[in-house]
């Protein structure tokens, strides 16, 4: 299980866009969470109309929960193993993005794994319906 972390060239129409590891949590159409691989673009404008800074945790997020709206989570300290429900896992370190958009179900759980004592992040809700991810091959 790999961290991810850093930026991905991807060559595209004869030069190559920046993108950022990205990891999108999805909800299933039978209400599971799933998640998939992907990147979004660095140095690309998305609109946002406000986001906010935490490292603090909630009580509801210490449990399996669905995303509270669609939201990009940009981890700035720690380590994150999260779990959807089928078991499967992946990590999420600063570096990369997760698209939270498992809104509906049963969500997903997550656990600190670093030594770090806080989770540091910032929330953007998404605004558009493209959120600009694109899956891996």
């Given amino acids: 299980m790999a961290v991810m972390a850093g930026t991905v060239a991807v060559a595209g129409a004869g030069e190559e866009a920046a993108r950022i590891p990205a990891i999108k949590l999805y909800s299933t159409p039978d209400h599971h969470a799933a ?3 992907g990147t ?3 140095l690309h404008k998305i609109p946002t109309q406000q986001f ?3 490292n603090s945790v909630e009580p509801w997020e210490q449990n399996t929960h669905p995303a509270p709206r ?8 720690g380590v994150l193993e999260f779990r959807v429900s089928d078991g499967s ?4 370190a600063p570096g990369s993005v997760l698209l939270a ?9 997550w656990k600190i794994v670093s030594n770090d004592k806080e989770w540091v992040r910032a929330y953007i809700p998404m605004v558009s319906e493209n959120d600009e991810f694109e899956a891996d091959k």
């Fill in 35 to 37: 998640f998939v691989r």
């Fill in 40 to 42: 979004v673009p660095a």
């Fill in 52 to 54: 906010w800074l935490s």
């Fill in 70 to 77: 669609r939201q990009y989570v940009v981890p700035l300290q």
């Fill in 89 to 92: 896992t992946f990590r999420l």
């Fill in 101 to 109: 958009e498992d809104t509906q179900g049963e969500g997903h759980s």
